[in-house]
């Protein structure tokens, strides 16, 4: 290799092999433990797996396909990562609940793609179609982790309202990883080794943004800053259970199907942390079960005092996104269906 290939490979193997090392700080070491680290440091090993076989295709073309199929199959866990990190970061008990099912189903697909479809035995399969079809699930995933985080994307349009530290390091994980699909996707009309470089000048990118803001309660880290420590009190954590309720009973903002803590929290000038404290120690209720408490007990009441309107769209109009989880968490919370409900209690207002 001559110095200019040396350098190529240098950049390009340093940004796969330090995304690795990042990952599994994020699986082991990273504080506090929370689910997101997880899922964040999935999506850094799974991008540093498929840009290392990246890197050594393009200075060794001889590879066996058995390691380019091993670097190929690891994109399938490149968009789920991504989408559960985002999700993970506002609405953990979902993220908990569903992941394990996306990443069952690329692991079987993987399994079985190895044994029955392996790369030097189908090349023409692989060749475009297959790399195609992943490459197409790990954009679906984007897509979907995009709407994930649609209310970053109104913060950075919007006149009235600053970007947070926490949205700079979401949108920047996000524009990453279109910007390293894009050099994969395109790399015939381009070069092979465009997407390790890219992902090498991302991933530092990225290290320099967490430097930055060390000291602020940066979102990817879960932090719960200064104050986490800090037990509140009785006295203030009665004031604001009042300005709590308050907001929920006057603005009834659980009707918002996409209300997040980090919303509810501006509404009462308070940090995202210090309401999940007081929904945690002083509530001892989680955001989710707070907010679906509302919706239910407002159901309740449309149930009976609506009669027209169907039970999907009562469910709606409380805030529930989805006909299945408006009847689940109803079931949960009251111990029954929703048309069980409205035939005990028909021609009566429920006390609420």
């Known amino acids: 290799m001559d110095i200019s290939n040396e350098l190529l490979f240098f950049f390009s193997a ?11 700080y994020f699986w082991f070491y990273a ?10 440091g999935g999506l850094m090993i799974s991008l540093s797996i498929r840009i290392g076989k990246s890197v050594i295709f393009y200075f060794n073309p001889d590879l066996a396909g058995v390691y380019l199929q091993f670097g190929l199959s690891f994109c399938l866990f490149i968009g789920p990562s991504l989408f559960f990190y985002f999700k993970s970061l506002h609405d953990e008990p979902t993220a908990t609940n569903n992941w394990k099912y996306h990443f069952i189903l690329w692991s079987l697909v993987i399994v079985f793609l190895a044994v029955f479809v392996p790369f030097d035995s189908y090349l023409d399969w692989w060749r475009p179609y297959i790399i195609h079809g992943i490459y197409l ?15 970053v994307f109104a913060v950075l349009f919007s006149k009235h309202q600053s970007v947070a530290a ?11 990883n279109v910007l390293v699909w894009i050099a994969f996707w395109i790399f015939h009309y381009t070069s092979y080794i465009i997407g390790a470089l890219s992902f090498s000048f991302i991933l530092y990118l990225l290290v320099l943004i967490l430097i930055l803001n060390r000291n602020k309660a940066n979102a990817h880290l879960r932090q719960s800053g200064k104050y986490a420590d800090k037990k509140i009190g009785d006295t203030e954590a009665s004031q604001l259970e009042r300005q709590l309720r308050t907001l929920m009973q006057q603005e009834k903002v659980y009707r918002d199907p996409n209300i997040t803590m980090p919303d509810v929290a501006k509404r009462l000038n308070l940090l995202p942390h210090r309401l999940s404290q007081l929904l945690n120690d002083n509530i001892q209720q989680s955001f989710p ?8 007990d407002s159901a309740k009441q449309l149930i009976v005092s609506q009669s027209q309107f169907s039970l999907e769209a009562i469910g709606y109009e409380c805030g529930f996104n989805s006909k299945s989880t408006f009847f689940a968490a109803f079931k949960k ?4 269906t929703p048309a ?7 021609g009566q207002i429920p006390n609420l």
Request: no cysteine; glycine share 10%; aromatic share 20%.
């Open 166 to 176: 926490n949205d700079i390091w979401v949108l920047s994980l996000f524009i990453g």
């Open 14 to 24: 340093l940004g796969a092999f330090n995304g690795l090392l990042l990952g599994f």
């Open 137 to 151: 699930i790990w954009l679906f995933y984007i897509v979907a982790g995009g709407f994930q985080i649609k209310k």
């Open 340 to 346: 069980k409900f409205k035939e005990r209690n028909s």
């Open 31 to 40: 504080k506090p433990k929370h689910i997101s680290n997880l899922f964040l």
């Open 289 to 296: 079960a707070f907010i679906n408490e509302y919706r239910i």
């Open 333 to 336: 919370y009251t111990g029954t």
